[in-house]
């Protein structure tokens, strides 16, 4: 149901809803349009196995960045949390910002760095499984990703740009600690752009509904490789000019892309929850190699039916 669903309003939309740089939008619209057509078709056959959805949504923010998303789960043969096949289609759209030096070492100002803006989207689509083991849950997904970082004015250097299609694989972990603790761990690899990312939260609920505790995330990509690693690849090289006028390569400061770390609440739904996290970010996208610290805020809606 779920593939013929996504596939009756992607053949509607066709190639503008791809071409758009409200892709979040559309995706917001698709998850609606599935969640619609499912609660139309609630009433099962008394022998047929109940099929059962999640639908979710957030967003994100922080001073340079902001991202808004939404997906779909389906579980067609079993209940969402017993072992089983999982389809899944996710999605967003999103922009941040950075500045640089220029890259042309005898630009007349090296000291006045180079303001850039860029716009991201991404699509997923998975088939996946979900296994048990005592208190802990693993879930496995995999399949087609598509990314696309769009940045203004024109970065000769930026590595994750344009668009790009790749095979994404997803594994997510959840762990029952004792009566009121647990524990998750999400991590996710996709060749397009290759965009890596881990998150992981402890829990502890305070209420038999109410939980809080800590998270950790990181996200790394192409373009933050080359600043992880003194790679010898010509297109990973970014030079800049310090102060005393000597030539340096931005990537050799072994850096880290994108890493955050901060706190969470998590209110359980009878079928769903709503979690709101606040924290510190930090990222590297400064010429000197100085890490930049600004706060952010993330909330996720999700539902099950």
Known sequence: MLVVC??????????????S??????????????ASHVSSATDLEPTEKPREWQVWTGADASDNVWLLYTGVTMSPWSRMHEEGLKLRASGGYGEYKYRKAPDDPDFP??????????????????????????????????GPSIISHD????????????????????????????ERGWGSLDLS????????SVRSRVGYRVWSNISVGIEAALNVDAQGECRMK?????????????????????HRSNLLDYGRA?????????????????GALGDKFSRDGKTEISPYATINWLSQF
Not at 189 to 196: D, G, K, N, Q
Not at 272 to 278: F, P
Request: proline residues 3%.
């Open 6 to 19: 996504v596939m009756s309003v992607l053949r509607r939309a066709g190639r503008r809803l791809w071409g």
């Open 21 to 34: 740089r409200h892709l979040g939008a559309g995706l917001l619209g698709l998850a609606a349009l599935c």
């Open 109 to 142: 100002d090296p000291e006045r760095p180079l303001g850039f803006h860029a716009r991201m989207h991404y699509a997923d689509f998975f088939v996946g499984y979900l296994m048990r083991f005592g208190e802990l849950t693993a879930k496995a997904f995999v």
């Open 151 to 178: 940045i203004s004015p024109f970065d000769q250097w930026a590595i994750a740009y344009g668009d790009e299609i790749g095979v994404k694989g997803v594994l997510e972990f959840w762990l029952n600690i004792g």
């Open 189 to 196: 690899w996709s060749s397009a752009h290759e965009t890596r």
């Open 230 to 250: 003194a790679g010898d690849r010509l297109r990973c090289r970014h030079p800049y000019v310090d102060e005393d006028g000597r030539l340096y390569d931005a």
């Open 262 to 278: 901060g706190g969470f609440i998590r209110y359980e739904l009878e079928r769903g929850e709503l979690s709101l996290s606040v």
